[in-house]
């Protein structure tokens, strides 16, 4: 609604959007009407168009198509200030802790429980994430900051912190306009049936959330050293090999460049843009870059990891794509495994889901049962 200060047919001095209780300049207003925002179909100034072409704004208006939910596959996730910001993450973060102390994703937290937070490689993440802490700080609760960071080592910190849960700003599983959150649960599993998100999402409106009698603290934790240093115990022991390794994460890339050089084996870096990918399917154009690279330079496999840093795909010698329950079972009745499940420092159990948990974990598992003889993988595992 308009500024009614200002004239009827002049141009508001700002906007508000239906629904939303804090303003928009006109120049958001604009950018909102030729971006599609479905919030303009029912705003009585979606024909403020200043320049913007007629035609072109009628179109965006009509075509517009509001999402009932932001929950999608990958988890919460919505466009970057049309449907996602500050705001937004404030009102989210307040209904997580309030159903996080309810107990509804995890045993009940007692005391004053601890929240990890961190953020991904996105270019509007510490936006969100200044919302993210200045909610958990109206709350009470203590807040340990992995500032840019994985999903994996937030995980990791909530383990070995015994946190109530975690919290990271991240757009994995979707296009690069998109952004959102993973909510992740004492066990540090991030919360992905879709039931819970959207009763996160529907808690949004209820009022701030404050434990009694509790002031809260903040610090930061540079969680990346020691998260390092757990996973390097697991490559060891391993034959000449030479790999492949794809992943659209920096800090992934690095870690893992770092984690091979004292090691007998070869790693071929294959960076990739931040999209939205099908890890199961032989057509995904990433694939088929990393089954390129794995044939003209004849490697013995591929690994390619997706955004979230836990889930991955596998591609053989011959650069094929090995189904998914195909290299799983393969790996869970080896001979490498248990030693893995029994790896205290990393704070997994027998109970965890292992191939859903850390990719690079997965890696030094499948390098580890190929280093127990000389076969190719596209001898252990046939691809139909």
């Known amino acids: 609604m308009a500024d009614q200060t200002t004239k009827p047919d002049s141009a508001p001095a700002f906007y508000f959007c239906p629904g939303e209780s804090h303003p928009i300049s006109p120049a958001i207003h604009y950018a909102r009407l030729a971006a599609f925002y479905p919030k303009c179909r029912t705003c009585a100034l979606r024909h403020h168009t200043g320049h913007l072409p007629p035609e072109t704004v009628q179109l965006d208006v009509r075509k517009a198509v509001t999402r009932e939910t932001l929950v999608t596959e990958a988890g919460l996730r919505g466009v970057y200030l049309n449907e996602i910001n500050r705001f937004h993450a404030a009102a989210l973060t307040n209904a997580y802790v309030i159903l996080l102390m309810q107990g509804a994703f995890s045993p009940r937290p007692t005391g004053q429980p601890t929240i990890i937070v961190g953020y991904q490689e996105h270019p509007s993440a510490p936006d969100l994430m200044i919302g993210v802490v200045n909610a958990l700080r109206a709350t009470g609760v203590t807040i340990v900051d992995l500032g840019l960071t994985v999903a994996t080592e937030v995980s990791y910190a909530i383990r070995q912190l015994s946190a109530a849960g975690g ?175 029994s790896q205290s420092s990393l704070g997994m159990t027998d109970d965890d889901a292992l191939f859903e948990t850390d990719a690079v974990l997965t890696l030094a598992l499948v390098l580890s049962e190929m280093s127990r003889s000389d076969a190719q993988l596209s001898e252990r595992l046939w691809v139909g």
């Open 167 to 341: 919290l990271l700003v991240t757009g994995a599983g979707e296009d690069p306009s998109w952004i959102g959150f993973d909510f992740l649960t004492s066990a540090g599993t991030a919360i992905q049936d879709r039931d819970s998100l959207i009763q996160i999402e529907t808690a949004k409106t209820l009022p701030t959330f404050r434990l009694p009698q509790a002031n809260g603290s903040y610090r930061t934790w540079d969680v990346q050293a020691e998260y390092e240093g757990a996973l390097s115990g697991l490559f060891h022991a391993l034959r000449p090999l030479r790999i492949g390794f794809a992943s659209s994460l920096r800090r992934v890339n690095e870690m893992v460049t770092r984690l091979f050089e004292p090691l007998p084996c070869s790693l071929d870096l294959l960076p990739l843009p931040h999209r939205k990918r099908d890890l199961t399917s032989s057509e995904d154009s990433d694939v088929i870059k990393l089954g390129d690279l794995v044939t003209s330079r004849a490697l013995h496999l591929g690994i390619l990891v997706e955004a979230d840093g836990r889930r991955c795909a596998l591609v053989n010698d011959e650069g094929q794509l090995v189904p998914l329950e195909q290299w799983r079972t393969w790996l869970q009745e080896g001979s490498a495994i248990e030693p893995f499940l």
